[in-house]
């Protein structure tokens, strides 16, 4: 018989198992149970066990079809994961949960991201020596303590349709390595040099706007050695850096940025025409800049992380 400090369910199964033998008057006595006690103890023993973890299984369910977060919650990990939970339990007044748990929970019910499995072809802009190469100035020292200062950028490809040459538009994407910010893109169906300069303007704006100076990054490609690029940033007062030959790792942040935008659009979708494609690029880049948190960032968005530098700096 268990003691009589054990709880009420737990005596009720033991009861249970002696009553062939025993009268339940006499049970219950020896147990200091009422019959009232007792019966509700047994219809809670028959009840099935409470998942202790549905409420967090039903919180990321909701995050994942948060209309402000659905182009890149499906490739959330567990870690940003918990703190979308964890604002979203602190609404309701609940405790935080702890990443482990939720990186236990995502693994048993099969909740875990599979959105980075798959991989395609990067663009290639490299055309051999075309223009004048430039100094690697940043030699992979990407981290800065204020935006603006350390930008990097690439051209990339993403399909629609069937996917054939003739089903392609291109990107050119300026990102600040200081908080992870897409500052400007363009997208076009000729990666020219045009379409580059038209993505730079913004950068340039806001370029004039800071009394440091201003590096952007790119790899060697045809766009970043043209006279006409070359000639914009220098009008800008903006340092031109390059990568190594064939050194993808040189330019790390933003191969790192563009392969996420890969991930939450042409790499898990699939999209009939160019004007969808292209909608779903310009509305993830605004739900990564405004919404995304980063860990790197102190889990703030990108827009979030400037714009505190830009209080902290006025104050």
């Not at 006595?29 to 007792?38: K, M, Q, R, V």
């Not at 850096?241 to 699939?270: C, F, W, Y």
Request: aromatic fraction near 8%; include cysteine; hydrophobic fraction near 35%.
């Amino acid at each position: 018989m268990a003691g009589r400090n054990g709880s009420n369910q737990e005596k009720a199964k033991v009861i249970e198992t002696l009553r062939p033998a025993y009268k339940l008057c006499q049970l219950l006595t020896i147990a200091s149970l009422a019959s009232s006690s007792f019966y509700a103890a047994l219809k809670a023993n028959q009840q099935p066990p409470k998942n202790k973890d549905q409420t967090i299984i039903e919180t990321i369910q909701a995050i994942r079809a948060d209309d402000e977060l659905v182009s890149f919650a499906d490739a959330l990990g567990y870690r940003p994961m918990t703190h979308y939970i964890n604002q979203r339990r602190a609404a309701r007044g609940e405790k935080p949960v702890n990443h482990k748990r939720v990186q236990r929970i995502m693994q048993e019910n099969k909740l875990s991201s599979h959105a980075y499995e798959r991989q395609t072809a990067k663009y290639k802009s490299y055309k051999g020596t075309t223009g004048r190469l430039h100094k690697n100035w940043l030699n992979r020292r990407f981290q800065t303590d204020r935006p603006t200062q350390k930008i990097g950028t690439d051209v990339a490809e993403f399909r629609w349709g069937t996917e054939t040459i003739n089903e392609r538009t291109f990107g050119s994407f300026f990102i600040d390595f200081y908080s992870g910010e897409i500052i400007s893109h363009a997208l076009s169906l000729h990666p020219n040099t045009d379409f580059v300069l038209a993505s730079l303007e913004e950068v340039q704006r806001r370029s004039q706007q800071v009394p440091y100076l201003v590096t952007i990054h790119s790899d060697q490609g045809t766009q970043y050695q043209s006279t006409a690029y070359q000639m914009a940033l220098k009008q800008s007062h903006i340092r031109q850096s390059m990568s190594r030959k064939a050194t993808p790792i040189d330019n790390g942040v933003v191969e790192s940025i563009i392969h996420q935008i890969k991930v939450g659009t042409v790499l898990n979708h699939e999209y009939a025409t160019r004007d969808a494609l292209e909608l779903a690029i310009n509305q993830w880049i605004d739900s990564y800049n405004t919404k995304r948190i980063r860990e790197r960032n102190n889990w703030l968005t990108p827009v979030q992380m400037r714009l505190l530098y830009e209080t902290n700096k006025a104050a």
